[in-house]
């Protein structure tokens, strides 16, 4: 059974910055593309950052210039570089990627169990 693993969250100041990390337990044969969501109490979940296996990737506007999502294709893991972090920045943190289990297998779409990013002005 694959789990997405999330480490990285916790509470800072304004204008300090967190590192976020995922990858996956269990076996795997490869994964596609990789993202960040995250989601404000009584609100969407929404896309903060994206990143394909060839390293291309896509960021929501507010986190533009800040954020900085990268992979480790040899290690199955993707972080989350956040920088000059705001109070509207506070969320849970999803990590999400699309997943080959084995060879003969497609890709199926898993999700971490999230992380709390707390932002204090």
């Known amino acids: 059974q694959v789990q997405l693993v999330e480490s990285g969250g916790g509470l800072v100041q304004a204008g300090e910055s967190l590192r976020l990390s995922c990858g996956p337990s269990g076996r795997i044969f490869n994964i596609n593309s990789m993202g960040w969501y995250r989601q404000i109490l009584g609100k969407q979940r929404e896309l903060v950052a994206a990143?394909?296996?060839?390293?291309?990737?896509n960021y929501a506007d507010s986190v533009k210039g800040r954020f900085t999502i990268s992979r480790d294709n040899a290690k199955n893991t993707v972080y989350l570089q956040m920088n000059s972090l705001k109070p509207e920045d506070t969320a849970v943190y999803y990590c999400?990627?699309?997943?080959?289990?084995?060879?003969?297998?497609?890709?199926?779409?898993?999700w971490g169990q999230g992380t709390q990013v707390t932002v204090s002005s």
């Open positions: 999400n990627a699309a997943i080959r289990s084995a060879a003969w297998s497609g890709y199926t779409d898993y």
């Open positions: 990143i394909t296996r060839a390293g291309v990737t």
